[in-house]
Nanobody, 127 residues
Framework: VQLQASGGGLVQAGGSLRLSCAAS????????MAWFRQAPGKELEFVAV????????FYTGSSKGRFTISRDNAKNTVNLQMNSLKSEDTAVYYC?????????????????????WGQGTLVTVSS
């Protein structure tokens, strides 16, 4: 299984970035897909998740309304559109997959619920 994240970079506060994660080696439509992030000196934090079908999404409070997660099951990709970026969004962003239900909040926000992880892509927001 390989998850390849891309799209990170340097952006000014208020700007936008679109992250993508390409999956291979798995039955993509059998997995919920999520984005986590880890800021310097902080723990890994849940950002957003999308269900296997793409019909259900959940966001953390800080990302809701600014970020949009989507998936393309034909291309085996999951995307994270990030708008109105803030300096506190600076982090390494990771994509991850899970076969577990994403309906339970405690499960979907827990890193150990995810079976496979990408290598991360760095997002730096300058103020």
């Amino acid at each position: 299984v390989q998850l390849q994240a891309s799209g990170g970079g340097l952006v000014q506060a208020g700007g936008s970035l679109r992250l993508s994660c390409a999956a291979s080696g798995l039955t993509y439509s059998s997995y919920g897909m999520a984005w986590f992030r880890q800021a310097p000196g902080k723990e890994l934090e849940f950002v957003a998740v999308i269900s296997k079908s793409g019909g259900t999404t959940f966001y953390t409070g800080s990302s809701k309304g600014r970020f949009t997660i989507s998936r393309d099951n034909a291309k085996n990709t999951v995307n994270l559109q990030m708008n109105s970026l803030k300096s506190e969004d600076t982090a390494v962003y990771y994509c991850a997959v899970t076969t577990q239900s994403i309906l339970v909040k405690s499960l979907r926000q827990r890193p150990s619920s995810y079976e496979h992880w990408g290598q991360g892509t760095l997002v730096t927001v300058s103020s």
